[in-house]
């Protein structure tokens, strides 16, 4: 299964369920049939930026976070405004140094947003590489983002 297939099933199932720990979650796509491992759902959680909310029960539980109704590029701007520390460009290659925790939220982010000018993302816990199409796509894409940023 895919990564955005098994992000979809854990949508589902903490919209539908009260979900409260990483075990829980695991252990509800193993009986769904999705073998996963703790760290593969605990990377999930961070990228997905779960927030834990009140529970009915007077517990806590795993929940959306309340601005997932913005757009992507909303959220990206946000974010960014946020975060971003540096913006750097070399040929086709854009750099992000990001506050610590942010990279892969980033990273989501911008493969969402569906830029024409992205090739590919590969964020880290402080940084985001983007791969353009090419080093105009790269110069372009560095104004969207600043302007993103400094808005």
Do not use: W
Not at 19 to 38: C, F, H, P, S
């Amino acid at each position: 299964m895919k990564k955005a297939e098994r992000q979809e099933k854990i949508r589902e199932i903490i919209t539908a369920e009260s979900i409260e720990r990483q075990e829980d979650l695991v252990k509800r796509l193993n009986e769904l049939g999705l073998r996963v491992t703790q760290a593969t759902i605990s990377r999930d959680i961070k990228e997905m930026q779960l927030v834990k909310i009140p529970a009915e029960d007077g517990g806590y539980r795993y929940g959306l976070p309340a601005y997932r109704q913005q757009s992507d590029e909303q959220q990206l701007k946000d974010v960014l405004q946020d975060s971003l520390m540096n913006l750097k460009r070399s040929d086709r290659f854009l750099a992000l140094a990001v506050h610590p925790g942010n990279g892969p939220v980033v990273a989501v982010l911008l493969r969402r947003t569906n830029y024409a000018e992205i090739f590919t993302t590969i964020g880290d816990d402080a940084s985001v590489l983007i791969v353009c199409v090419s080093a105009e796509a790269a110069i372009r894409l560095e104004n969207k983002l600043d302007n993103l940023a400094n808005d």
